[in-house]
């Protein structure tokens, strides 16, 4: 089993809802998994971040096109990062990646990108139809 095993995927009709976790090995370095985030990749499109957490401090980050919709949160007793999806659109379809990296990549000044973090799930699937 790798560092960060995702579940929670599924099929959902437009406007539901989705609770997808990652579980993150007890074993991961914390000082190299401080950033948490989901991504995602649709067929044909490139891989996009959907939200962070700061492990440390909660702070949280959004793109644009899931704000308002979409809430990460974090277990921290148990080791388990969540995102909550709510009013689910067609084109939220894609699979879903949940991602570590260093805390820095948590800080204001940063955008979400792949190579920012170093540990990846294998990703579940979210397929929303209308």
């Known amino acids: 089993q790798g560092e960060l095993v995702e579940s929670g995927g599924g099929s959902v009709q437009a406007g539901g809802s989705l609770r997808l976790s990652c579980a993150v090995s007890r074993y991961t370095s914390t000082s190299s998994t401080g950033c948490m985030g989901w991504f995602r990749q649709a067929p044909g499109k490139e891989r996009e971040g959907v939200a962070r957490?700061?492990?440390?401090?909660?702070?949280?980050y959004y793109a644009d096109s899931v704000k308002g919709r979409f809430t990460i949160a974090q277990d921290s007793a148990s080791n388990t990062l969540y995102l909550q999806m709510n009013s689910l659109k067609p084109e939220d379809t894609a699979m879903y990646y949940c991602?570590?990296?260093?805390?820095?990549?948590?800080?204001?000044?940063?955008?979400?990108?792949?190579?920012?973090?170093?540990?990846w799930g294998q990703g579940t699937q979210v397929t929303v139809s209308s």
């Open positions: 991602a570590a990296g260093a805390p820095l990549f948590c800080s204001g000044g940063y955008s979400m990108e792949s190579w920012m973090y170093a540990y």
């Open positions: 957490i700061s492990r440390g401090d909660g702070r949280t």
